[in-house]
């Protein structure tokens, strides 16, 4: 919906003059296939070249491709299903099943508006271009705006004095700040104010309230909460109902005698983010943070713990991203595994520091911890995992920033029965052309999973590595 403040601007009258008519790039129907519904009331129109171009990127087994694929496959379902004049628009209420009321307008006729001397006219892009020109013209009395995925294009569209803009639609939020961190903290009157009526009781080694007020509408389950001061609070949010809230104190991850294979927390949101890689009935955890926060060593830790020890999963996939994301691998000899091997080097790194937490297991006993480990640990890649169903698996998702909602859609649906699912990666690294941090997968999965009963996520605050990292992250 280009902007979607803008959109609702326009009044939904039949007025064509109060409605806009927006442009498409190339570029936006391969990022989004479904893109021309998500226009409204307003019109939307498709240069000859943004045809031809997706006609040159139909082939191949890349996401793009795909893409290319089933934005043709709608085309042609909106355009067989009008028997009238292409010209005049194909209405689109029907094919989207209401969800545009505006037309689709197809370019049936050559254009040769004239664009300024030293821009190349075989160029697309500046056909693109020629074509927002003509309808300017024709239209003086509506707004003629060009969606594009592409800075640069939308920068010499706004040099040549045509409006331009990107395509939001796929924003989960307009600004990453507002990101749900799955940590609260509790204000210093908040027992004054939910004190009363106050319910508490032991279950195993953990204490629970039940408490009554104003702020417990807004909590979500499994939001971690917490209190600083002479007698510090750290639990978590079970249940809401109403204006009633479950907390559920929180095991003491920071502690020697609860450290996971001998790792312990070293700061409060790494204790938080231990609890519910631990909790069995925590299906899906997403962790965002920095680099050197802690994300793949305390999910390795947990996952060696829960394969190994308690033998809850059977064994911990482990998948990442390759930049170019979806491309082949590789027509390299060797197996998947040994392809994947120059992604997984933050493997062996957290490994090599897992591996050394046993002193007295000495070189030799260190060496066949690390082969057992090793075989429990498989690598696979993204390509390959279509179809696939894990059942009992610690499926561990690393550097998920860069990733489509698609793609990281298309990854959580292989969790089958027993399997544990953990997201991690930063949102400000991302290497993905046309994703930024508010259409990033691992921002969608965290904005969409919140508050359900099985699943967490936590955001981690400090660095961990030395000071040194910690310094040149604050100062870089």
């Known amino acids: 919906m ?41 019109d939307v129109f498709l240069p000859i070249m943004t045809l031809e171009e997706l006609d040159n990127n139909k082939k191949g087994m890349s996401e793009v491709s795909r893409n290319a694929r089933q934005v043709t496959r709608t085309l042609d379902e909106i355009v067989s299903s009008h028997t009238e004049d292409i010209e005049n628009g194909v209405d689109l209420v029907g094919p989207s099943k209401k969800l545009a009321s505006g037309k689709l307008f197809l370019q049936t006729m050559a254009i040769s508006s004239e664009l300024p001397t030293g821009l190349p006219t075989a160029k697309a892009d500046n056909q693109i271009l020629s074509v927002l020109i003509h309808l300017q013209r024709h239209h003086p009395e509506r707004a003629v705006i060009l969606v594009s995925k592409d800075i640069n294009m939308r920068i010499k569209a706004r040099a040549l004095g045509l409006a331009a803009q990107d395509y939001f639609n796929d924003k989960v939020l307009e600004d990453t700040d507002l990101l749900y961190t799955g940590v609260r903290e509790l204000s210093e009157d908040f027992w004054d104010t939910h004190g ?15 408490v ?16 600083e001061g002479e007698r510090p609070l750290y639990a978590i949010v079970r249940t809401v109902e109403g204006n009633t809230a479950e907390f559920e104190t929180l095991t003491d991850y920071t502690h020697p005698k609860n450290s996971v294979w001998g790792i312990t927390a070293r700061n409060r949101e790494q204790n938080f983010a231990l609890n519910l890689l631990m909790d069995p009935e925590v299906d899906f955890v997403s962790l965002l943070g920095q680099a050197g926060t802690g994300k793949t060593l305390l999910t390795l830790a947990a996952a060696l713990t829960q394969v190994l020890d308690t033998k809850r999963y059977s064994e911990i996939i482990m998948t990442r991203v390759t930049v170019p994301v979806g491309e082949d691998i590789g027509f390299l000899p060797g197996t998947e595994e040994e392809k994947m091997g120059p992604w997984m080097g933050a493997l062996e790194d957290n490994l090599e520091v897992l591996n050394k937490t046993d002193d007295e297991a000495g070189d030799w006993g260190r060496a066949a911890t690390h082969d057992l480990i090793r075989n429990r640990i498989k690598i696979k890649s993204l390509n390959f995992m279509r179809g696939r169903t894990f059942l009992n698996k610690f499926l561990i998702i690393d550097e998920a920033q860069n990733l489509t909602p698609k793609q990281m859609k298309t990854l959580i649906t292989r969790a089958g029965p027993g399997t544990k699912v953990i997201c991690m990666g930063n949102i400000a690294q991302i290497d993905t052309p046309y994703l930024t941090e508010g259409s990033s997968g691992l921002t969608y999965v965290v904005d969409r999973f919140k508050g359900w009963e099985h699943s967490g996520h936590i955001t981690l605050q400090r660095g961990e590595r030395s000071r040194l990292a910690d310094h040149a992250a604050e100062v870089l």
């Not at 009044?11 to 998500?38: C, E, Q, W």
């Not at 009554?212 to 209190?227: D, H, R, S, V």
Request: with cysteine.
């Open 196 to 210: 009363q009526g106050m319910e508490s009781w032991k279950r195993e080694s953990r204490t629970l309230y039940r």
């Open 212 to 227: 009554k007020g104003p702020q417990c509408p807004t909590m979500l389950a499994n939001e971690f909460i917490y209190q």
């Open 2 to 42: 280009a902007k979607k403040a803008e959109n609702h601007s326009a009044a939904k009258t039949g007025n064509t003059s109060m409605t806009k008519i927006f442009v498409l790039d190339t570029n936006v129907l391969l990022h989004d296939p479904t893109s021309v519904y998500r226009f409204e009331e307003h």
